[in-house]
């Protein structure tokens, strides 16, 4: 898999910014690092995949009965709320007993889950997150043992069936997170960002690879948003959608 050097490394060579064999010094270097980063991060639930969606663990009830992502009825059982779909910020707080959540088991490609603790004491009560058929960080579960004091977040690799961690900034020996299938586009969209910053504009290549790359990155990570299906929503419909494909009138 490819590094963030290399890709920074290709970016100087793309700009003609660099002899072939050459590398760009550590002040560039690191300069360029820094963008990849905010690029990266800037992506996340806009180019690619959606927003993340506060996901209570264990559950202290919402004062809306019709909102999706929760039963309208707080008296159920916490295993009821141990499945959080994807794309959910996991917000952990006075946990009473080790816990455990499951990512979903069929997560589209691209979905990401994150983890905020706001108040729980892992080092007392564990909370193991199993990947549900599913590998997070290589492994079948893992356990968040330790009080983090910074959210984690994870990103689901369908080419792996691997939820990998997401950790900012990148160092330039860390491997990118996206397959390297989109190397090319990470380059040209970076060569194209620091074009100013050399007094330089991008050439028509550069800019129509970085382009055309971001088509295919949006149209890998699109996603369908799940929502729940409850009796009474028929009333939410618009008018539009009654007589429809899968309309089927009541009683």
């Known amino acids: 898999m490819t590094t963030a050097g290399t890709i920074v490394d290709r970016c100087f060579r793309e700009n003609n910014l660099i ?15 820094d963008y990849l980063n905010r690029q990266i991060k800037s992506m996340l639930g806009t ?3 959606e927003l993340l969606l506060d996901w209570n663990v264990p559950y202290v009830g919402t004062s ?8 309208s009825d707080p008296s159920q059982p916490a ?22 959540v499951y990512f979903q088991n069929m997560p589209p490609d691209g979905a990401r889950m994150a983890l905020v603790n706001v108040g ?36 689901y690799r369908a080419d792996l069936a691997n939820w990998i961690a997401m950790n900012f900034p990148l160092l330039s020996t860390d491997e990118m997170q996206f397959p390297d299938s989109f190397d090319d586009f990470w380059v040209a969209l ?11 504009e991008a050439n028509a290549v550069t800019a129509g690879i970085a382009q055309n790359g971001m088509k295919q990155f949006k149209a890998r990570y699109a996603q369908e948003v799940p929502t729940a299906n409850f009796p009474d929503t028929i009333m939410f419909n618009s008018y539009q959608s009654f007589g429809g494909p899968g309309w089927e009138p009541l009683g």
């Open 79 to 100: 295993a009821v709320y141990q499945g959080p779909p994807p794309n959910s910020r996991l917000l952990v707080s006075n946990l009473a007993t080790p816990f455990t």
């Open 120 to 155: 729980a004491d892992f080092t007392t009560y564990p909370l193991t997150l199993s990947g549900n058929g599913r590998l997070i960080e290589g492994a079948q579960s893992i356990v968040i043992s330790t009080n983090p004091t910074a959210p984690l977040l994870w990103l």
């Open 19 to 33: 002899a072939i064999g050459k590398s760009p010094s550590a002040a560039q270097a690191a300069e360029a690092l």
């Open 47 to 49: 180019d690619e995949g």
């Open 64 to 71: 809306n009965a019709r909102w999706p992502l929760y039963h």
């Open 190 to 200: 970076l060569a194209v960002r620091l074009c100013p910053l050399y007094g330089k």
